[in-house]
């Protein structure tokens, strides 16, 4: 995949004195007597050296620059538009009081690629802010509309935690060849490069503030789709992302036509978190993800899982999990193994709300370093150039000002396990009774009612994914159940409507990061999902 060069108004911010995160990491690996010298005790680890590090804290990026790097390498895109309408900001202990800037020298003009440029063409692409309601709220959104064919459908991508839209980089070309769809993807409120109003949770009693904490990303998302004038549309998240796609098609029920869950955070139920202790409201607050390194996974064929279910042919199901699932029990959605205990500094700055990015915020200057710890491993399969991008557009949003990070504590116990496992509600997806304003609720009259005839339900993981598959098969159980049920009282036209449906599909040689690492397959399978649902529009 080739990079186009980015704007001129960004190459000056753009020049690199430091030494790529990648690029370095293979030079540990060749060990040369000068770096064994420079790397010390973490060398191993934080693979960016210091002098690059600082080098890197010192031309402070944009977040803006950073991102519009990265979208140069979609393919037939020569010039990425990317807005610089941005709400974020540097560091504080302050609430922020940074207001956006509307001005038109911020703003960014769509691009349009031609038939002649682009073969899947002709499409444009668009970068900007979306204001929404109340103090400081804004989504950063960067949208591919096909053009001169009628426009139908919607796909909405979200991100995991932390991380950005750009992260999609690899998935915007392909997933826009799909005729009749808009795609566009969100930064998550308080993340990314949308608006980072101050995060705190008011309840004192524990489900309330697992609930508040759920609707500052959910409710920003509805008053996106009202914004956007956007009826119905398909919803893909990952990771945390994930999770929040449920939450929204719990709460604002009839707008989905599909719902694909990408390595989605907590769905299995654990002992500990649904009895660890709360973050202090008044606060303002996993080994894996930052030790796996994706050149193992990419080459890695995990024999746990049958080559059979490795394909699209089979309903690429998780036979392993499945038979997992099966010898422990139908309804047992604990973990199969005793889960390690945790280090009890980890515990304790999870529980004070300290979040990683807190930590990159405080390193100053090593700051770079730190995040190359993660970035050196989880890019390790990508070509230098795209890691290092990617680095820098990491490190660019996590030293930004601290807001939808502090979150997580109050949804996620240590260890990444749900405080309020989606396992006990994720039937309800597709089954919820809509007012007549748009809400799931039984506080008006059944006349006043109408039920949703169900949603299609994805659960995507990677070969070698670190996020437990075994509770996307039982997710995928529990919606078929909730299914037959349904439809035991159900009229012969209501059997007819219905739509809802749960598999689980694998993306070989991919690990949590499935977009990413698997990107090829991953797209190919997303358009395949994207192709049903206009066909069962006719």
């Known amino acids: 995949m080739t990079a186009t060069t980015a704007s001129d108004s960004t190459d000056d911010v753009h020049v690199r004195t430091q030494q790529s995160p990648l690029a370095s990491k293979r030079a540990k690996e060749s060990n040369t007597p000068a770096e064994e010298n420079r790397k010390g005790k973490f ?134 060849r799909v005729p009749g769809w808009t795609v566009y ?117 995990n024999p746990n899982i049958p080559e059979s279910a490795k394909t699209t042919g089979d309903n690429n199901n998780f036979l392993n999990a499945r038979s997992k699932a099966e010898k422990s029990g139908k309804n047992d959605t604990t973990p199969s193994a005793p889960r390690k205990p945790l280090p009890k500094w980890l515990t304790y700055l999870w529980d004070a709300n300290i979040s990683p990015f807190s930590l990159v915020r405080w390193a100053g200057p090593f700051g770079p370093r730190f995040v190359s710890g993660w970035t050196s491993r989880r890019f390790s399969h990508l070509p230098p150039d795209e890691a290092q991008a990617l680095h820098d557009y990491a490190y660019s949003l996590f030293r930004q000002r601290g807001s939808g990070e502090y979150a997580l504590a109050y949804i996620l116990a240590p260890g990444a396990f749900a405080r309020s496992p989606l396992i006990r509600r994720i039937h309800g997806v597709g089954r919820q009774m809509i007012a007549s304003n748009g809400l799931a609720t039984s506080s008006v009259a059944v006349a006043q009612q109408r039920r949703e005839n169900g949603i299609p339900v994805v ?11 075994a509770g996307g098969y039982a997710a995928e159980q529990k919606i078929n159940e909730e299914k037959e049920r349904a439809l035991n009282f159900a009229t012969a036209d209501e059997k007819k409507n219905d739509r809802g449906s749960a598999k689980c599909l694998i993306i070989k040689k991919a690990g949590h990061h499935v977009y990413l690492d698997g990107w090829e397959e991953f797209n190919e399978v997303m358009r395949e999902e994207m192709m049903d649902v206009s066909k069962q529009k006719r």
């Open 185 to 301: 993807a969100l930064d998550l409120l308080g993340m990314g490069r949308s608006s980072r109003p101050s995060f705190r949770v008011h309840a004192k009693d524990r489900q309330k503030s697992i609930t508040e904490a759920e609707d500052w990303f959910v409710d920003a998302l509805e008053d996106w789709r009202v914004k956007r004038n956007i009826d119905r549309f398909t919803l893909l998240g990952h990771s945390l992302g994930g999770y929040m796609a449920v939450a929204y098609a719990l709460k604002y029920p009839g707008h989905l036509t599909k719902l694909i869950l990408a390595s989605p955070v907590g769905i299995p139920e654990d002992p500990y978190a649904v009895h660890a202790a709360m973050p202090d409201p008044s606060d303002s607050t996993l080994t894996n993800e930052f030790s796996q390194d994706q050149n193992a996974t990419r080459e890695h064929s």
């Open 43 to 176: 060398g191993g680890y934080f693979t960016l050296g210091y002098k690059e590090g600082f080098s890197q804290w010192w031309a402070n990026i944009p977040a803006a620059a950073a991102e519009h790097t990265v979208l140069s390498f979609i393919p037939y895109l020569r010039k990425p538009p990317t807005h610089t309408q941005t709400g974020s900001a540097p560091p504080s202990a302050n609430d922020s009081t940074m207001s956006l800037s509307h001005s038109e020298e911020r703003e960014a003009a769509p691009v349009k690629s031609t038939s002649i440029e682009d073969p899947y063409g002709p499409r444009q692409w668009n970068s900007q802010m979306v204001s929404l309601g109340g103090k400081n709220r804004a989504l950063n959104e960067f949208s591919v509309e096909r053009l001169e064919e009628p426009h139908e459908q919607n796909l909405v991508m979200l991100h995991g935690y932390g991380a950005g839209l750009g992260f999609f980089y690899k998935n915007f070309e392909g997933l826009s």
């Open 459 to 469: 659960f995507m993981y990677g070969e070698n994914d670190w996020m437990d598959i």
